[in-house]
């Protein structure tokens, strides 16, 4: 769909070039089109924009059948926002190789994924997001291995926006982050943390938002953006959003049923795996200070 808007704007922006260049296209009609085709690419202001040409394009058609084509494409003038929607199952595990063949290729495209840390919809499988300890389907006595950092790896290539967000716990910083992601100029990647059913909330899924809060609290969960603009600026692209834990790694763990219920399986094992957790959150913590330190 990305790839098929791009087509269809470029065609356009070409009839706007003809036109601007076509002595038929009256002088006001001119500044208008190329107004547009300066800012073609920006989204504040693109409705507007898109309207003053739908007008004089409409106006000049009679006579400039250039402006005619460029009439009958008109919903091609408004910069759309394009966004992929996901879960982790797909993001992190199943579907990770698209994932990264979409951000890759260095298109404008936004993707969304909802962090649950576990296949959802298909009946709470363990996946590539699951953590340390936690309890799923085909790891019934604890996932073993510490989560995938996605963030990070998509950092790694240095030319896409990437951010971590909890909506619970900073809104402000999950909007800032939303709308960095739409206006940067390339693929941005937007992966929040999200509370299912799967997770067990005690307090129940109507305090899911303080859930997310208490996350972040604990050092379960970090807030951060990644912009490569600001490197391009000479400034450091990393900002570390979320403050230093306040709250108990531990208490916030048995507050959910997907890790509460490995002590009450296996008792001899479950604090073992618990600190496990913990340190496996400490070091992603040091690796993101690292970072924004540099």
Known sequence: MVLATEQLREKTAMDVREAIANENTPAAAQAVLQEWLDHKEETEGTRERADKVTAVVEAAKEQCPVCQRIYDRRDCLVKRSQWIFGGDGWSYDIGYGGLDHVLASGANVNVLVFDTEV?????????????????????????????????????????????????????????????????????SLVIAYAPCINHGIKAGMGCAQREAKKAVDAGYWHLYRYNPTQEEAGKNGFSLDSKDPVGNIKDFLMGEVRYSSLKTMFPDTADAFFDKTAKDMEQRLEAYKKLADK
């Not at 499988?125 to 073993?144: D, E, H, L, R």
């Open 119 to 187: 296949y959802s919809n298909t009946g709470g499988q363990s996946s590539k997001a699951t953590p340390t300890a936690a309890v799923a389907k085909f790891a019934a006595g604890g996932k073993k291995t510490k989560k995938k950092d996605l963030g990070r790896i998509f950092m790694s290539y240095g030319y896409i926006y990437v951010a971590q967000v909890a909506m619970g716990a900073d809104k402000a910083q999950c909007l800032k982050a939303i709308q960095e992601a739409e206006a940067y100029p390339g693929p």
